[in-house]
């Protein structure tokens, strides 16, 4: 069964920058779509990105379009999701997940059927 592994959270200042990755042990990502989700306390879990399997096709929520920026790495098997302008709302634990798919079809998170365990954001000054 496909593992995902997220990495590269932290305690960054308002306004600075994170870059957050997804891999995956054992298997190839080449053939998934990969979504990014986060979820802050007592909140719902928020679909916030997804890049298709070819890395051609991205989609954003409107809460991070402009921000952030979805890409993936076939050689290095890794998806990553850069950060920008980060604001103290976008403090949550982020975790990565793929549908059983190639293409992203939405940010629902019902859809997605592998997750990984989530690296936590902390964004404060």
């Known amino acids: 069964q496909l593992q995902l592994v997220e990495s590269g959270g932290g305690l960054v200042q308002p306004g600075g920058s994170l870059r957050l990755s997804c891999t995956a042990s054992?298997?190839?990502?080449?053939?998934?779509?990969i979504g990014w989700f986060r979820q802050a306390p007592g909140k719902e879990r928020e679909g916030i990105s997804c890049?298709?399997?070819?890395?051609?096709?991205?989609n954003y929520a409107d809460s991070v379009k402009g921000r952030f920026t979805i890409s993936r790495d076939h050689a290095k098997n890794t998806v990553y999701l850069q950060m920008n302008s980060l604001k103290p709302e976008d403090t949550a634990v982020y975790y990565c997940?793929?549908?059983?798919?190639?293409?992203?079809?939405?940010?629902?998170?019902?859809?997605?059927?592998?997750w990984g365990q989530g690296t936590q954001v902390s964004v404060s000054s």
């Open positions: 890049i298709s399997s070819s890395g051609g096709v991205t």
């Open positions: 997940a793929a549908p059983p798919r190639n293409y992203c079809s939405g940010l629902v998170a019902g859809d997605f059927a592998f």
């Open positions: 054992g298997f190839t990502l080449d053939y998934y779509a």
